[in-house]
């Protein structure tokens, strides 16, 4: 069946460093693919999406990339911000699969002042 | 437009009690899924249901765990005789109605029922 597997966290980083977030799936049909982000406490946001091969999604400084060729859709962020700490959840959505979207177990960020 | 509504934001029951769970869509969405987050895990699909029909359950137990999305009124998640290993955070998302041109695999999430279980 479709599953996802991100890179364990937590990760740590200082303000203004480089953020990458490793995502890779398998999936039966051609799956959509997303980003969501939990703050603490609170619900999931999306965060960005990608709908086809090659495309790029971005929202807020983050940006994907849509891999078919090594089936990854890794998150990027040049300069992070303190106020970026929460989990990422990476997560695909496949017509085959009826539309439930499948979760990465999540990757918890934490961002040093 | 606004959110996912779910309510209530949090819940205690003792354990033999039973829980609902209560999960409004988007307006304009006829889609709704449910969604279980364990501490520390990600979020596991429950099920899928559209107004008055159950599409996909294939995420929920097999005993105690029911869903309902009937034609007027929230959608209902129902667990009976809780058990301490049900405390975990219940996420409601929906999706828009197909007919309406929109893409449908874009789910919007609510801000989550967390379940504690004394």
């Known amino acids: 069946g479709d599953s996802v597997t991100q890179m364990e966290g937590p990760v740590t980083l200082s303000e203004e460093a480089f953020l990458t977030i490793n995502c890779t799936y398998t999936a039966t049909g051609y799956p959509s693919l997303f980003w969501y982000v939990q703050y603490p406490g609170e619900g999931l946001q999306l965060l960005l999406k990608a709908t086809k091969a090659d495309d790029k999604g971005s929202n807020k400084g983050f940006e994907a990339t849509y891999r078919k060729e090594t089936t990854s859709f890794h998150l990027e962020k040049g300069s992070v911000q303190v106020s970026d700490s929460a989990v990422y959840f990476c997560a695909l959505s496949d017509s085959a699969g009826g539309f439930k979207t499948i979760f990465g177990a999540g990757t918890r960020l934490f961002v040093k002042a | ?118």
């Open chain 2, 1 to 118: 437009n606004a959110g996912v509504m779910q309510n209530p934001r949090h819940l205690v029951r003792r354990r033999g009690q039973e829980a609902r769970l209560r999960c409004s869509p988007m307006k304009g969405h006829s889609h709704v899924y449910w969604y279980r987050q364990l501490p520390e895990e990600g979020l596991k699909f429950m099920v899928y249901l559209q107004k008055e029909n159950i599409i996909d359950e294939s995420g929920m137990p097999k005993e105690r765990f029911s869903a309902e999305f009937p034609k007027e009124g929230p959608s209902i998640l129902r667990i009976q005789q809780v058990v301490r290993g049900d405390s975990a955070a219940y996420f409601c998302a929906s999706s828009p109605n197909r007919t309406s041109g929109l893409r449908t695999d874009t789910q919007y999430f609510g801000p989550g029922t967390r379940l504690t279980v004394l």
